[in-house]
């Protein structure tokens, strides 16, 4: 793992090992610039949101195992793009995220007063 940092300013934390997500698969939502589509957002999907996804073709329910993809469950962590949960956001259907484990790079698209509204407490 690099020296990546969490919108807190702090070390960013391991989001989800089961399943193993992240741009890399490592569990973390580190990005890089072969990441297009900026996995930093450590989310809890939910039920809402998981449809809400599928309906903009991004099928995230439904197993994948060439890709080695189980499929998500509404309360599975999960490196979203920042782009669908702030377009997730805006529709009114965004999941909790995890603050300690949503990369700095989501500051980029949405202000941190606004992750804080959605933040899991753990």
């Given amino acids: 793992m690099t020296n990546a940092k969490n919108v807190l ?18 569990g973390v939502c580190e990005t890089g610039p072969q990441d297009l589509g900026t996995h930093v957002v450590c989310a809890q ?18 197993p994948v195992p060439s890709y080695n993809f189980p499929g998500l469950k509404p309360g599975n962590k999960w490196c979203l793009c920042v782009s669908r949960w702030k377009e997730a956001l805006d529709a ?10 949503t990369h700095e ?3 980029n698209v949405v202000p941190l007063e606004v992750l804080q509204e959605h933040a899991l407490n753990l």
């Avoid at 300013?9 to 193993?20: A, N």
């Avoid at 009114?92 to 484990?101: C, K, M, Q, T």
């Fill in 105 to 107: 790079a989501a500051l």
């Fill in 45 to 62: 999907v939910t039920e809402e949101f998981l449809a809400f996804t599928k309906a903009r073709g991004n099928n995230l329910s439904t």
């Fill in 92 to 101: 009114g259907v965004a999941p909790p995220i995890i603050l300690e484990a």
């Fill in 9 to 26: 300013g702090e070390k960013l934390e391991l989001c989800c090992t089961d399943p193993v997500t992240g741009f890399f698969r490592n």
